[in-house]
């Protein structure tokens, strides 16, 4: 019998990039690597993937963007922003511009064009997408004093304003183009970023050159990028073969192994956190699911941590954790997890537990319909092992693995018993996080049925805070009501692995797969 | 033979009315939101007022039979309308897509003749002996092996013996020759086969049934070499079947290469499929549809107008 | 070989007629190989629980990936789960699905083409109108949408649309051939006898119009199972059709288990040959049958 190593690998793992690379950049050369998905528009703001944001990103700026790394830290720094300030009141945010910022035409960017921007964003005209403008409703008005100036005056405050304003998404468009066509950035793209755009031919392939325009000194180092747009399982083979160097949203354990037998002493290996959970709903308007202790029981029966251990080496799942990403300042540590149901190290004693409260509610032998989503990663290994989880408490459950559209119908209608889903977003931010948990009327994406008002109370306030130290207080005590309640509940945190060509230098691995992809600091070593 | 050629035109005419009215409201009757996948499948925070916005700049929230309307009068026009996930032309959406499954399909059609017609000739010409026993069990195992399988079992072989496997993307045959073909014959081998055995089975039984003819009886009776009489009489009757076969086959492959394109790969029509289903574009799924049945159909006419061709007697019924 | 036909009036009224099987053994040496492998796959569906020794979808972590083993014959999954069991349990699955869905086809498709060819002038006009709009698709295609059209609905553990999906695009194949044969039978005298003396057209139907296209319901019905088993696959390998943990076989390829093929080369042979030796023993029984019952029929 053949034991496989699965670890074989790890030896090279170099924990989230935290490499000190600390050489002379050079300069030139094409950067080619995979997107493993296509954007269905190239408007920034009405997209929502990172197909959009690994080939597109480039060529725009934003005000503010991520810097760090997923294992050390990351923050937020100025991107066309040269400096901040946040009112105390929590009532304004002035931002100061990089002076000399041209777009791609050469045409001067101002204060008014992020303005028209993001008022583009708050407020889209007439038939024009803006998918995050919920995001950005507690903005009252946009003022600019002068040229190289924004000012956004608030109606009330919110802690993740500046949050929002590092998003990937809000791409700075030339206002005199919107004025013409507000439709214009459908069709063309035009930003201030490190790189112009070349050709995008659909299926295949992304071009971007350098910008020689561009408002920082000596950058970007590439002299251009291409970005090929691959099925998921043809990355391995398309690296190995040299075809590209690179693909940034996320590889699993096991074709990390074959990336790494096969690139040799070429591949670059980094791991860390990823913002992005599996988690499942109860739907509380069916019986028995509206009674806590079947919810609890069928929390508790899960082992995470021998899943965790189990499933990190085939799949993306790997930590566990609470509401909030494991390792986030405001995240609970696995001690103080522990007394949740569902967290606990003695999974025998969780089991027993699970079935006494199962047969104390009625319902010692519970069938139950999962509903899933028809993604092999790492949606089916989270299937099965739930269900291989519940049948050792004597639960059965009917597994429905549905395709992403009869899945969000699912979810919408309430067609489903127990429903796998997933919170997957940019940064670590209770606002984001927290909304899947909310009542319905209050978040478009709580799929449990529940009504908390106690839940919604105290998101708000978190939502308002001004210090962390508040906002702490009332994250902690959301989190403990939800973690007793269980509504949803995290399954597994994702692990992100990443694998290049070690002659991409000064690439950032980030917690998520949708910031670090503006280009602007990497070089390739050759 | 015109007045042929006009009557078998107008009965097309009806079949593909009726293939794109069918088409049009199967589809809509589908379950699931292609808006919501669009706004939501990576998990962002999108608000059902979005949503809404959003159905309303496709066209979505006007009643069916506005749609229905709109998408007839534009079908006369040629316009398949424009795809609900990236809001293009369909027609342009498929026009990237079809070169490479025509390709494909062109290619497994050349590979299937090649093997088919030398091998149904031996399997009729040493009828009932080991020769064509081991044929027929050759073309029966290759109807039996799943398509997908016998093309991860290619590239699991191309990797195993030549660590090489062809590059992604396609580049046109006008451009590089070599990279195209070395791309491209692989997945044509793997329906080729199965193609093959469909073939030679086709050429054996319509030889067998040719050589019981009379006049075939009279060539051999006059003293005709077998082999002459084979090649000059059996074959050249034998064909007929066997090009519909060929053809109805080759029609089929341009919507049936689904599964292949997802192996190995390939941007074409099937991929594209499957990607429009998944997503729910209603839009870009009727055009493909329509594309599909079009393509059978006109290849249909084709082989009757052949067979016309070839065949008075045809004409007059 | 296609000497020895059920039409055969003669042979039969022979005194020491030989058994109908050792007859079909004599001529048909590869039908009978089929009716053995399709024997074997049946006793595999109906004794799964006895002869797999895992359960097929016990997750074991301890067990991932291994090779071929005493413990394991045919190796473990990513998940730990035996292989060899689950292909056991995969023929349940592909023989429930298979012969449910080629029994929906075939029956739909037989009843239509009877109506059909019986009634004739308008019926028959509109209906082969129909069968015209679904030959114009490619069975892969004409799945999908019904699949994507309906979505899921379990019962009794099997997917119904499911079924639905893989028997439709056989419909419009056997309305055609019921079609033919009821024809020929219609244009007996005995119909017109029938007719005239006022039978009712369910009696004629059911006396005399069915039991003569029994014969290519049979052949047709054992060559749709084997295209029912490799459709069956295809969807479930594009996700589309039998769902994790369910044991079955195209879905056993499917998805991530490729990206184990250098690691766990067994998680792909295997599930590959039962599909292949499935289909190709039902082919072999199905031709076989055509040439033994009715060597004239064009399928």
Redesign the interface.
């Given at each position: 019998m053949r034991k496989l190593t699965l670890l074989s690998a790890t030896a090279l793992v170099a924990l989230g990039g935290g490499l000190a690379e600390a050489q002379t950049p050079k300069k030139g050369g094409t950067l080619n690597f995979a997107v493993v998905a296509e954007p269905p528009t190239i408007d920034c703001h009405a997209v929502t993937t990172f197909a959009f944001a690994h080939p597109a990103r480039p060529h725009y700026s934003t005000l503010l963007k991520w810097q760090g790394n997923a294992n050390t830290g990351q923050k937020i720094v100025g991107d066309l922003a040269t400096s901040w300030e946040v009112a105390k009141d929590g009532l304004s945010y002035t931002f100061k511009l990089h002076p000399n910022v041209k777009f791609h035409d050469g045409s001067p960017m101002t204060s008014n064009d992020v303005k028209v921007s993001y008022e583009r964003i708050i407020n889209p005209p007439e038939g024009v997408l803006s998918v995050r403008r919920a995001l950005f409703q507690s903005i009252k008005e946009i003022e600019t004093p002068d040229a190289n100036t924004v000012v956004f005056k608030m109606k009330s405050p919110n802690a993740s304003q500046l949050i929002n304003f590092a998003s990937p998404w809000n791409c700075i468009y030339s206002a005199a183009k919107l004025k013409d066509d507000p439709k214009f950035p459908e069709k063309t793209i035009l930003g201030t970023g490190a790189y112009t755009f070349v050709e995008n031919v659909k299926g295949s392939h992304w071009i971007g050159k350098r910008f020689d325009g561009y408002f920082l000194k000596d950058r970007p180092y590439l002299d251009g990028y291409k970005a090929y747009f691959v099925k998921s399982n043809a990355v391995v083979t398309g690296m190995i073969g040299g075809q590209f160097d690179g693909e940034f949203r996320g590889r699993t354990p096991k074709e990390r192994d074959q990336l790494v037998s096969g690139m040799k002493e070429n591949a670059l290996v980094t791991e860390g956190p990823w913002v992005t959970n599996l988690l499942f709903t109860f739907n509380v308007a069916k019986k028995p699911f509206d009674d806590v202790r079947v919810r609890r029981a069928l929390s508790m029966a899960i082992d995470r941590h021998g899943g965790s251990k189990a499933l990190s080496q085939i799949s993306m799942l790997k930590y566990v954790g609470g509401l909030l990403r494991p390792g986030y300042e405001l995240a609970r540590t696995e001690a103080e997890l522990e007394a949740f149901p569902g967290f606990g190290k003695d999974i025998n004693k969780a089991r027993e537990e699970a079935k006494r409260l199962l047969k104390e509610a009625g319902v010692p032998n519970l069938k139950l319909k999962l509903v899933n989503r028809n993604v092999a990663e790492p949606y089916t290994p989270g299937g099965i092992f739930l269900i291989d989880q519940w049948r050792r408490i004597g639960v059965e459950a009917e597994h429905s693995q549905l395709e992403t559209k009869l899945y969000f119908d699912a979810m919408r209608s309430g067609n489903f018993d127990v429903f796998l889903e997933f919170i997957s977003d940019f940064a670590d931010d209770p606002s984001s996080q927290f909304d899947k948990f909310l009542t319905k009327e209050k978040s478009s994406r709580s799929a449990s049925g529940h009504t908390d008002k106690e839940m919604d109370r105290l998101f708000d306030l978190q939502a308002a805070a001004l210090t962390m130290e508040e906002r702490k207080k009332h994250v902690r005590a959301f989190e403990d009501r939800a973690l007793s309640e269980v509504y949803s509940v995290p399954l597994l945190w994702w692990q992100r692995i990443i694998v290049r060509h070690k002659k991409i230098k000064d690439w950032e691995h980030h917690n998520n797969h949708f910031t670090a992809s503006d280009l602007v600091n990497v070089w390739l070593d050759q | 033979m015109l007045g042929y050629i006009v009557r078998r035109l107008l009965m097309v005419i009806p079949t593909l009315i009726g293939v794109a009215v069918a088409v049009f409201f199967l589809i809509r009757v589908m379950p699931g939101d292609p808006v919501v996948v669009k706004l939501r499948a990576d998990g962002a925070a999108v608000t059902e007022e979005t949503i809404q916005a959003e159905r309303k700049r496709l066209g979505l929230d006007k009643p069916l039979m506005v749609q229905f309307t709109d998408y007839m009068i534009g079908l006369t026009r040629l316009d398949l309308g424009k795809s609900l996930w990236t809001g293009e032309s369909v027609a342009g959406e498929i026009a990237i897509r079809f070169p490479v499954t025509l390709q494909v399909a062109i290619m497994a059609t050349l590979i299937a003749v090649f093997i088919a017609v030398p091998l149904g000739t031996l399997c009729a010409v040493y009828r009932d002996t080991w020769i064509d026993n081991v044929i027929r069990v050759l073309a029966v195992s290759g109807l039996a092996i799943p398509g997908f399988w016998l093309g991860m079992l290619i590239i699991l072989g191309l990797l195993y013996f030549f660590n090489w496997l062809p590059k992604i993307g396609y580049v046109s045959i006008f451009e590089d020759p070599v990279a195209n073909l070395s791309a491209l014959f692989w997945p044509a081998l793997s329906v080729g086969y199965r193609y093959a055995a469909v073939v030679t089975r086709m050429m054996r039984s319509a030889l067998l049934e040719v050589m019981r003819e009379d006049y075939i009886r009279t060539a051999r009776a006059k003293g005709v070499y077998e082999s002459l009489v084979t090649r000059r009489h059996g074959l050249r009757n034998a064909l007929l079947p066997v090009v519909t076969v060929v053809g109805l086959e080759f029609a089929f492959l341009i919507g049936g290469l689904v599964v292949t394109e997802q192996v190995f790969n390939l941007n074409g029509i099937g991929k594209l499929f499957v990607d429009a289903t998944a997503r729910g574009d209603f839009t870009l799924l009727q055009g493909l549809v329509l594309l599909i049945a079009t393509v059978f159909v006109i290849v249909n006419l084709l082989v009757d107008l052949l067979y016309a061709a070839l065949d008075p007697r045809i004409r007059l019924t | 070989?296609a000497d020895v036909t059920a039409g055969d009036a003669f042979a039969e009224k022979i005194p020491k007629r030989t058994n109908p099987i050792i007859k079909f053994i004599v001529a048909q040496p590869?039908g009978f190989v089929g009716f053995l492998i399709v024997l074997l796959y049946f006793v595999l569906a109906v004794g799964a629980q006895w002869i797999s020794p895992y359960h097929p979808?016990?997750?074991d972590?301890s067990a991932?990936?291994?090779?071929p083993?005493p413990?394991h014959l045919f190796g473990t999954d990513?998940?730990g789960r035996d292989v060899f069991s689950r292909l056991v349990y995969g023929a349940r699955t592909a023989l429930a699905v298979g012969m449910l869905s080629a029994i929906v086809g075939c029956t739909l498709g037989a009843i239509l083409g009877a109506t059909s060819g019986y009634f004739g002038g308008m019926i028959d006009n509109i209906i082969q109108?129909l069968v015209?709009?679904m030959l114009?698709?490619?069975?892969?295609?004409l799945a999908?949408?019904v699949v994507?059209?309906l979505?899921?609905n379990?019962i009794a553990?099997i997917d119904a649309n499911l079924i639905v999906a893989i028997a439709l695009p056989m419909v419009p194949k056997m309305a055609r051939i019921a079609r033919s044969s009821t024809l020929s039978i219609a244009q007996m005298p005995f119909i017109d006898a029938a007719r005239a003396a006022g039978y009712s057209h369910a009696r004629i139907v059911l006396r005399h119009i069915l039991p003569n296209i029994v014969a290519p319901y049979l052949i047709m019905l054992t060559a749709f199972i084997?295209q029912a088993i490799?459709l069956e696959?295809?969807l479930s390998?594009?996700?589309?059709g039998v769902?994790?943990?369910?044991a079955a076989w195209?879905l056993m390829?499917?998805?991530?288990s490729?990206?184990?093929?250098?690691?766990?080369?067994w998680m792909?042979l295997f599930p590959?040959l039962a599909?292949?030796?499935?289909?190709?023993a039902f082919?072999?029984l199905g031709?076989s049958l055509r040439d033994w019952l009715d060597p004239k029929m064009k399928v």
């Amino acid at each position: 019998m053949r034991k496989l190593t699965l670890l074989s690998a790890t030896a090279l793992v170099a924990l989230g990039g935290g490499l000190a690379e600390a050489q002379t950049p050079k300069k030139g050369g094409t950067l080619n690597f995979a997107v493993v998905a296509e954007p269905p528009t190239i408007d920034c703001h009405a997209v929502t993937t990172f197909a959009f944001a690994h080939p597109a990103r480039p060529h725009y700026s934003t005000l503010l963007k991520w810097q760090g790394n997923a294992n050390t830290g990351q923050k937020i720094v100025g991107d066309l922003a040269t400096s901040w300030e946040v009112a105390k009141d929590g009532l304004s945010y002035t931002f100061k511009l990089h002076p000399n910022v041209k777009f791609h035409d050469g045409s001067p960017m101002t204060s008014n064009d992020v303005k028209v921007s993001y008022e583009r964003i708050i407020n889209p005209p007439e038939g024009v997408l803006s998918v995050r403008r919920a995001l950005f409703q507690s903005i009252k008005e946009i003022e600019t004093p002068d040229a190289n100036t924004v000012v956004f005056k608030m109606k009330s405050p919110n802690a993740s304003q500046l949050i929002n304003f590092a998003s990937p998404w809000n791409c700075i468009y030339s206002a005199a183009k919107l004025k013409d066509d507000p439709k214009f950035p459908e069709k063309t793209i035009l930003g201030t970023g490190a790189y112009t755009f070349v050709e995008n031919v659909k299926g295949s392939h992304w071009i971007g050159k350098r910008f020689d325009g561009y408002f920082l000194k000596d950058r970007p180092y590439l002299d251009g990028y291409k970005a090929y747009f691959v099925k998921s399982n043809a990355v391995v083979t398309g690296m190995i073969g040299g075809q590209f160097d690179g693909e940034f949203r996320g590889r699993t354990p096991k074709e990390r192994d074959q990336l790494v037998s096969g690139m040799k002493e070429n591949a670059l290996v980094t791991e860390g956190p990823w913002v992005t959970n599996l988690l499942f709903t109860f739907n509380v308007a069916k019986k028995p699911f509206d009674d806590v202790r079947v919810r609890r029981a069928l929390s508790m029966a899960i082992d995470r941590h021998g899943g965790s251990k189990a499933l990190s080496q085939i799949s993306m799942l790997k930590y566990v954790g609470g509401l909030l990403r494991p390792g986030y300042e405001l995240a609970r540590t696995e001690a103080e997890l522990e007394a949740f149901p569902g967290f606990g190290k003695d999974i025998n004693k969780a089991r027993e537990e699970a079935k006494r409260l199962l047969k104390e509610a009625g319902v010692p032998n519970l069938k139950l319909k999962l509903v899933n989503r028809n993604v092999a990663e790492p949606y089916t290994p989270g299937g099965i092992f739930l269900i291989d989880q519940w049948r050792r408490i004597g639960v059965e459950a009917e597994h429905s693995q549905l395709e992403t559209k009869l899945y969000f119908d699912a979810m919408r209608s309430g067609n489903f018993d127990v429903f796998l889903e997933f919170i997957s977003d940019f940064a670590d931010d209770p606002s984001s996080q927290f909304d899947k948990f909310l009542t319905k009327e209050k978040s478009s994406r709580s799929a449990s049925g529940h009504t908390d008002k106690e839940m919604d109370r105290l998101f708000d306030l978190q939502a308002a805070a001004l210090t962390m130290e508040e906002r702490k207080k009332h994250v902690r005590a959301f989190e403990d009501r939800a973690l007793s309640e269980v509504y949803s509940v995290p399954l597994l945190w994702w692990q992100r692995i990443i694998v290049r060509h070690k002659k991409i230098k000064d690439w950032e691995h980030h917690n998520n797969h949708f910031t670090a992809s503006d280009l602007v600091n990497v070089w390739l070593d050759q | 033979m015109l007045g042929y050629i006009v009557r078998r035109l107008l009965m097309v005419i009806p079949t593909l009315i009726g293939v794109a009215v069918a088409v049009f409201f199967l589809i809509r009757v589908m379950p699931g939101d292609p808006v919501v996948v669009k706004l939501r499948a990576d998990g962002a925070a999108v608000t059902e007022e979005t949503i809404q916005a959003e159905r309303k700049r496709l066209g979505l929230d006007k009643p069916l039979m506005v749609q229905f309307t709109d998408y007839m009068i534009g079908l006369t026009r040629l316009d398949l309308g424009k795809s609900l996930w990236t809001g293009e032309s369909v027609a342009g959406e498929i026009a990237i897509r079809f070169p490479v499954t025509l390709q494909v399909a062109i290619m497994a059609t050349l590979i299937a003749v090649f093997i088919a017609v030398p091998l149904g000739t031996l399997c009729a010409v040493y009828r009932d002996t080991w020769i064509d026993n081991v044929i027929r069990v050759l073309a029966v195992s290759g109807l039996a092996i799943p398509g997908f399988w016998l093309g991860m079992l290619i590239i699991l072989g191309l990797l195993y013996f030549f660590n090489w496997l062809p590059k992604i993307g396609y580049v046109s045959i006008f451009e590089d020759p070599v990279a195209n073909l070395s791309a491209l014959f692989w997945p044509a081998l793997s329906v080729g086969y199965r193609y093959a055995a469909v073939v030679t089975r086709m050429m054996r039984s319509a030889l067998l049934e040719v050589m019981r003819e009379d006049y075939i009886r009279t060539a051999r009776a006059k003293g005709v070499y077998e082999s002459l009489v084979t090649r000059r009489h059996g074959l050249r009757n034998a064909l007929l079947p066997v090009v519909t076969v060929v053809g109805l086959e080759f029609a089929f492959l341009i919507g049936g290469l689904v599964v292949t394109e997802q192996v190995f790969n390939l941007n074409g029509i099937g991929k594209l499929f499957v990607d429009a289903t998944a997503r729910g574009d209603f839009t870009l799924l009727q055009g493909l549809v329509l594309l599909i049945a079009t393509v059978f159909v006109i290849v249909n006419l084709l082989v009757d107008l052949l067979y016309a061709a070839l065949d008075p007697r045809i004409r007059l019924t | 070989m296609a000497d020895v036909t059920a039409g055969d009036a003669f042979a039969e009224k022979i005194p020491k007629r030989t058994n109908p099987i050792i007859k079909f053994i004599v001529a048909q040496p590869l039908g009978f190989v089929g009716f053995l492998i399709v024997l074997l796959y049946f006793v595999l569906a109906v004794g799964a629980q006895w002869i797999s020794p895992y359960h097929p979808e016990e997750v074991d972590f301890s067990a991932m990936l291994t090779g071929p083993s005493p413990e394991h014959l045919f190796g473990t999954d990513q998940y730990g789960r035996d292989v060899f069991s689950r292909l056991v349990y995969g023929a349940r699955t592909a023989l429930a699905v298979g012969m449910l869905s080629a029994i929906v086809g075939c029956t739909l498709g037989a009843i239509l083409g009877a109506t059909s060819g019986y009634f004739g002038g308008m019926i028959d006009n509109i209906i082969q109108r129909l069968v015209d709009v679904m030959l114009s698709f490619p069975i892969i295609v004409l799945a999908m949408v019904v699949v994507a059209v309906l979505g899921r609905n379990m019962i009794a553990g099997i997917d119904a649309n499911l079924i639905v999906a893989i028997a439709l695009p056989m419909v419009p194949k056997m309305a055609r051939i019921a079609r033919s044969s009821t024809l020929s039978i219609a244009q007996m005298p005995f119909i017109d006898a029938a007719r005239a003396a006022g039978y009712s057209h369910a009696r004629i139907v059911l006396r005399h119009i069915l039991p003569n296209i029994v014969a290519p319901y049979l052949i047709m019905l054992t060559a749709f199972i084997a295209q029912a088993i490799l459709l069956e696959a295809s969807l479930s390998f594009l996700g589309l059709g039998v769902t994790e943990p369910t044991a079955a076989w195209g879905l056993m390829l499917s998805g991530s288990s490729a990206d184990f093929y250098q690691a766990a080369p067994w998680m792909i042979l295997f599930p590959g040959l039962a599909i292949t030796l499935a289909v190709f023993a039902f082919n072999l029984l199905g031709d076989s049958l055509r040439d033994w019952l009715d060597p004239k029929m064009k399928v």
